[in-house]
């Protein structure tokens, strides 16, 4: 290994770390907003609102996430959309991981016993209340270990940004590849920077699991 | 957008480049599957230093994205003098990546298992590698089941990041297709989210029929 190659190009490094945790945060903020509808979507008391979330959740999730990103990357400017790489990968990330955690939500809301809900209608909140104020904060507790992991997920997914030339960690490793030919070296540091930032998440992911698991 | 463009012969070098997509995530989940068994039940001996070393690769492997994987298996690999086609290339780095996160569903169900299924095991006289084999494995695999069919469908659409190492599947057969016809983009993109749909949505309806199974 060769310790000047990162020494030379920490500009490169640097830049790609920084895109990393700026795609991940956005896709974090976007995927959770996004997530929240669809799962709004899934528990509505009206059938054609949750025909529409379950559809979109099967879908997304069973399809790759490439895919996801190329609609915006390719379809879109295929019919005169044109955007940056880094921001259709985000986009791309968002819509895919957004199906992810409209399950964690609906799981969590779903595991709030319903008497919780008929007990606050009945006292005269209106649905929108009864969810604000009694399901959501209970909701989520148990939700927050799956965000988490979600979180991870789209941490080590961001990593196809360098497809799409959106300028994160494993791009910007090409980048110094193309020149210094080094592939051992090169990707040992890209590789470095990605478990700098999982291995934390991970443990932060397992702590939280485990303090659930004992607070019930 | 002009569908007629679309040709009869589009969506057969499509489904061409699907039945390699399927043939990698089929040969790579078997190998992974054996690798990750082998992995857990080697942590899961606690056999000194040896558990600990497989300890840590599981966590790091875990940690990084697969597409960095891949990336390496590829050109690393040749730098260092190991020449892979991309077939073998994505199938090393699929199961490297899945068999440490089958290692981890292995290990789970090995932990669900009472301990003393193998203590009463090994005080009617069976060794250790018998009471593996005949008591705590079989019962360990049952509930591995269910996770093991969504990790399918997770490799099943990793595959398509084999698209950077020029992997002739599904992927990058849409690319060759929608470069030269630019107005069926999004018709290209779409009729390969049907074909991955078509395989995973019905193996995930398998998943949760046999998670309510074994949960009854």
Redesign the interface.
């Known amino acids: 290994m060769d310790l000047t190659v990162l020494t030379d190009y920490s500009d490169y490094y640097l830049a790609g770390f920084l895109t990393t945790i700026e795609a991940s945060l956005l896709g974090l903020i976007g995927s959770f907003v996004l997530g929240i509808v669809i799962a709004v979507f899934r528990i509505a008391p009206f059938k054609p609102l949750n025909a529409l979330g379950t559809a979109y959740v099967?879908?997304i999730?069973?399809?790759?996430?490439?895919?996801t990103v190329?609609?915006f990357y390719?379809?879109l400017?295929?019919?005169g959309i044109d955007m940056s790489g880094f921001v259709a990968g985000t986009l791309g990330l968002c819509v895919y991981t957004s199906a992810f955690i409209a399950e964690a939500i609906r799981a969590g809301i779903q595991a709030v016993p319903a008497g919780q809900m008929e007990a606050a209608r009945s006292s005269g909140l209106t649905y929108i209340q009864a969810m604000r104020f009694i399901i959501l904060p209970q909701a989520i507790r148990i939700v927050i270990p799956p965000l988490g992991n979600q979180f991870?997920n789209l941490v080590?997914?961001?990593?196809?940004l360098?497809?799409v030339a959106g300028g994160d960690l494993?791009y910007q490793?090409d980048l110094v590849?193309s020149s210094t030919f080094?592939?051992?070296s090169t990707?040992a540091f890209?590789?470095a920077f990605?478990?700098l930032l999982?291995?934390p998440l991970?443990q932060l992911v397992n702590y939280l699991e485990r303090r659930m698991a004992k607070a019930y | 957008m002009d569908f007629s463009a679309f040709k009869w012969d589009y969506f057969t070098f499509m489904l061409h480049g699907f039945g390699i997509t399927l043939f990698v995530a089929f040969l790579s989940i078997i190998l992974a599957y054996v690798l990750g068994i082998f992995i857990a039940l080697l942590r899961y001996a606690r056999i000194p230093v040896l558990s600990k070393v497989l300890a840590v690769w599981v966590d790091i492997v875990r940690n990084l994205p697969l597409l960095l994987i891949l990336f390496f298996m590829y050109f690393g690999l040749a730098e260092m003098g190991l020449d892979m086609t991309p077939t073998s290339a994505a199938i090393t780095g699929l199961v490297l990546f899945e068999s440490a996160l089958i290692s981890e569903i292995v290990r789970s169900g090995l932990t669900s298992i009472p301990k003393g299924q193998s203590e009463a095991a090994r005080s009617s006289g069976l060794t250790y590698v018998q009471t593996m084999r005949y008591i705590v494995l079989p019962q360990a695999l049952r509930r591995m089941i269910p996770p093991t069919v969504s990790q399918f469908i997770s490799l099943l659409k990793d595959t398509s990041l084999a698209v950077i190492i020029v992997l002739p599947e599904l992927m990058h057969s849409s690319q060759i297709i929608y470069n030269q016809n630019y107005g069926i983009t999004f018709l290209v993109l779409f009729t390969a989210a049907l074909m991955y749909f078509a395989v995973n949505y019905p193996l995930s309806m398998l998943a949760r029929r046999l998670e309510k199974k074994l949960a009854n």
Request: hydrophobic share 50%; no cysteine; proline share 5%.
């Open positions: 099967e879908f999730r069973n399809i790759p996430l490439l895919i190329f609609i390719a379809g400017p295929s019919i991870l080590k997914n961001s990593s196809i360098a497809i494993m490793g590849y080094d592939t051992v990707y890209v590789a990605y478990l999982t291995i991970s």
